[in-house]
Nanobody, 121 residues
Framework: QVQLVESGGGLVQAGGSLRLSCAASGSIFGINVMAWYRQAPGKQRELVADMYSGGTTNYKDTVKGRFTISRDNAKNTVYLQMNSLKPEDTAVYYC???????????????WGQGTQVTVSS
């Protein structure tokens, strides 16, 4: 079985920084994309940033220049460095990975349990 375990959330004042980590473990043959999503109360889950195995990244417009996604492929770990945090960044942040469990062609999607990020004004 595959597990994604997140860490690094918490409470921070506006303008502060946090670093989220997400480690994937289990039967993993290769990971295509790793991503961070977030969901604020009463809102839909939205993509914050993603990073493909080749290094291509994508960011939500409102976090560009403030958040940085990175990966350690040897550790199957993805990070999200969040700087200049704003109250509107408050949400539960979820890690996502699309990976192969064997040499077959299929990719499977997995989610972490979520970590709360709260930014006070």
């Amino acid at each position: 079985q595959v597990q994604l375990v997140e860490s690094g959330g918490g409470l921070v004042q506006a303008g502060g920084s946090l670093r989220l980590s997400c480690a994937a473990s289990g039967s993993i043959f290769g990971i295509n994309v790793m991503a961070w999503y977030r969901q604020a109360p009463g809102k839909q889950r939205e993509l914050v940033a993603d990073m493909y195995s080749g290094g291509t990244t994508n960011y939500k417009d409102t976090v560009k220049g403030r958040f940085t996604i990175s990966r350690d492929n040897a550790k199957n770990t993805v990070y999200l460095q969040m700087n200049s945090l704003k109250p509107e960044d408050t949400a539960v942040y979820y890690c996502y990975a699309a990976l192969r469990r064997d040499r077959g062609p299929s990719f499977y999607g997995y989610w972490g349990q979520g970590t709360q990020v709260t930014v006070s004004s």
